[in-house]
């Protein structure tokens, strides 16, 4: 049996038609939700990204900007940046695009974000309020994978999930949410031995490793909700994830193609963040 396709760009779309009519209403009381979001160097792949970004925002009605600094920034100017931001009304979410250059402590901007704002969820009060469970701007990517795995209709209580990959922006993230959502989760990483042995038990396999390709057919368990969450640039210049999608098709009972997968999803939530933001911070 051949999986069911999880097209993340349609499922974004549909929850991207739903979030324009709450801009709209949002701007009958005056409000324009805005999100800023800062690049710092000229790295073409984040360049991509943020354009994505602009264009989900223009899509839904969200006043966007976009701030481009050069790589040779100091870590006080971006910080400065930020705390401007910080204190602007008219912006309800900042973006500091990831990786920054080695010089700038990645720890030191996000931290100077004011946490309403921080519709990235990396904060770490936003990060302790969601491992605790309480309300918070929740992480992009993991929150995108999450709405996926609901658009199945399969229950993930009681259900084993596999996340390879222990990141701060997807792997750690991911495994609060489907706790949240009763599952039993386990954590594969890099230094894993016998992987196999714990992705062919999970009803579903989140793949977040950043390697091309490293999930083939015979690492699955036949009817498996299997995730990919890779972004590889190989050589040709497509865009491939970390599942071998023609093989993982054929086992999985779900699966996430790259691109027009969880990639849309993550643009997605990035909107809702920024609409969440502004009425929270207009306390609506
Ligand atoms: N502060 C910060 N927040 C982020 O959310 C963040 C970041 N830094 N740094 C880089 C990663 C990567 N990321 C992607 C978002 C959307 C697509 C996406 O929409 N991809 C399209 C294809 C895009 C293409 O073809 O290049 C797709 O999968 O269909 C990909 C990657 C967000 N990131």
Do not use: W
């Amino acid at each position: 049996m051949a999986a069911t396709i999880l097209y993340g760009k349609e499922i974004a779309k549909d929850i991207r038609e739903q979030l324009a009519g709450e801009v709209e209403e949002l701007k009958s009381k005056g409000i324009v939700p805005g999100l800023t979001v800062v690049l710092v160097g000229d790295d073409p792949a984040s360049h991509s990204y943020v354009r994505g970004k602009a264009r989900g925002c223009e899509e839904v009605g969200i006043r966007s900007e976009i701030i481009l600094k050069e790589a040779s920034i100091s870590e006080e100017e971006l910080v400065a940046i930020v705390e401007e931001l910080n204190e602007n009304p008219n912006v309800h979410g900042i973006l500091v695009q990831l990786p920054l250059p080695a010089h700038i402590s990645e720890k030191a901007v996000i931290g100077a974000i004011r946490s309403e704002k921080d519709v990235d969820g990396f904060h770490p009060i936003n990060v302790g309020n969601m491992m605790i469970g309480y309300d918070s701007l929740l992480p992009c990517t993991a929150h995108g994978v999450i709405e996926m795995i609901k658009r199945t209709g399969m229950p993930m209580e009681g259900k084993h999930a596999v996340v390879i990959g222990r990141s701060n922006i997807v792997g750690k993230p991911v495994s609060y949410l489907l706790q949240k959502e009763n599952a039993t989760v386990t954590m594969c990483h890099s230094r894993t031995v016998d992987l196999r042995h714990y992705t062919r038990q999970a009803d579903i396999l989140i793949v977040a490793a950043g390697k091309a390709h490293l999930i083939g057919s015979e690492d699955i368990k036949p009817g498996a909700v299997v995730i990919d969450v890779g972004v590889n640039r190989i050589d040709s210049g497509k865009l491939v994830g970390d599942v071998r999608f023609d093989e993982a098709k054929e086992v999985a009972g779900y699966l996430t193609p790259v691109p027009g997968g969880v990639g849309p999803m993550t643009i997605t939530m990035l909107l809702k963040n920024t609409i969440e933001a502004a009425k929270n911070l207009s306390a609506i």
